[in-house]
């Protein structure tokens, strides 16, 4: 059986403990095994990267790049390979599997750039004698919580500008798809990242909740549902910590009446049902105006026909299985509850779940609303949900009664209307004509509302000042002439 190991002090690092099967869910069998972490092996991996802490803040600059330039040459040498792990243990397909690299990459990228973007600022003469520099310092120790659903971009979004800032970074990665993290540290080290400033250390909530508690962590970056950023968020500040915990989402697409039908359905197939919706950008709810659903329907409806699922390494497929049965049964179990509650089942693509591995086809719902589960709840599954609503205004509401912010799309040909939305609704990342609207790495990637706890978002210039607390330095170079005593309270004039 494939052992997936932690990864501490430079190398993968097998410690026995709790074992966890980790499945392919193409084939519904089991593809390795993980052991959790105890007590003692987070004890051991926080003080790793203590110790790394100290070590990489007072690496230069130069050899801060370096090691970030030669990692982004590995990611791109090893990319089949990455794409080929993520697919084994997350099922999307492989196109979509280098997707997330070429996304995660952006991140280190822009890391690459650290000895523009750590730059002070330098204030010559502020009184007389006296100059004023600041400089921003990495906080030491920070802990990176990832999700299942993009096993290497988000430990990259994390770890390139934590690595840039000059702190330890401990990687706590889904146990559903473990092993990229590890090869994450691998290349890291092949870079000549100094061991003990990059960890990965296995486990579930027992582990979480050691790590965000602990004395030694400085800062908690967590992404993935709701519930659990919440509470990291609750316990982390409570602890002291720095934290920023993005959470689920549940993205509106709103098709105005005078949108063009192709383009809008195009978008709405390929942002409802990429990865198998296991998005946290994935479209889960269109909003059609007016009198634009029924065309709408129907021209996405035509379009789920031409949809392949299968396994994701196989050629033509467009996307893959779901994480777990249970995800797959939840999922089904949705669209029953659905019609249970008058929602018109447009399309049904339960009838895959007989097949081995972890699949649920396609399904479209028509007339989900607030206060039915299918419009409530993140059901994170290739399930796209329409409520139809009379005019923009409803559309908006709708939206900003929503409890998520995560993403927001709007598809017109309006651009008056469309400069008008981006101020009405209250998401943090906004589409115009664009259906998953992630933004480039020198912006930062957060939603508002029960989508993001604390106020930093992740990665880009966000993320930096999330990784550094800043310091300002007041100096002056007196002659013992110009000494006196003066008690009153310095002014600068
Ligand atoms: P999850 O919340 O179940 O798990 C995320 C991480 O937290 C994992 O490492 C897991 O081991 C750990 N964890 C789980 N339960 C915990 C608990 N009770 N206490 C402490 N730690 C716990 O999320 P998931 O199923 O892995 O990922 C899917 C979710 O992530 C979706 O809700 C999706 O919208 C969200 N997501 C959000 C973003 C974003 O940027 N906002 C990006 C990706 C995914």
Known sequence: MRQISHFIDGVATHIPGVK??????????????????????????????????????NATMAQRSGVLFRFRQLLLDHADELAALI????????????????????????????????????????????????????????????PFNFPVMVPLWMLANALAAGNAVIVKPS???????????E???AAGLPDGVFSVVQG????????????EVDAISFVGSTPVARSIYETGTQAGKRVQALGGAKNHMVVLPDADLDVAADAAINAAFGSAGERCMAVSIVVAVGGIADALIDAISARMDRLTVGPGHEAGVDFGPVITRESRDRIAQHVVNAAADGVRIVRDGSDLVTRPGFFIGPCLLDGVRPGLASYDEEIFGPVLGVVRVADYASAVS??????????????????????????????????????????VA??????????????????????????????????????????QIDLGFPRNN
């Open 187 to 189: 290349l890291l080290t």
């Open 204 to 215: 579930n909530a027992d582990v979480v909740r050691q790590l965000i508690t602990h004395p």
């Open 20 to 57: 966890s099967p980790v499945y392919n869910p193409a084939t519904g069998e089991v593809s390795g095994e993980v052991q959790f972490a105890s007590s003692d092996t987070v004890e051991t991996v926080v003080a790793s990267a203590r110790a790394g802490a100290t070590r990489w803040r």
């Open 442 to 483: 020198a912006y930062s990637f957060g939603g508002w509302k029960d989508s993001l706890f604390g106020d930093a978002h992740i990665y880009g210039p966000e993320g930096l000042n999330f990784y550094t607390r800043g310091k300002v330095v007041t100096t002056r170079w007196p002659q013992a002439s110009d000494s």
């Open 175 to 185: 146990e559903r798809d473990p092993s990229p993290s590890v090869r994450l540290g």
């Open 398 to 439: 709708l939206i900003n009664n929503n409890p998520y912010g995560n993403g927001v799309a709007i598809f017109t040909r309006d651009g008056n209307v469309a400069r008008h939305f981006t101020r009405d609704v209250t998401v943090g990342m906004i589409g115009i004509n664009v259906p998953i609207p992630v933004p």
């Open 87 to 146: 697919t084994l243990e997350h099922g999307k397909t492989t196109p979509d599997a280098h997707g997330e690299l070429a996304r995660g990459l952006e991140s280190v990228e822009y890391a690459c750039g650290l000895s523009e973007l750590l730059k002070g600022s330098f204030s010559s003469q502020v009184a007389d004698g006296v100059d004023v520099h600041s400089l921003r310092e990495p906080v030491g120790v920070v802990v990176a919580i990832t």
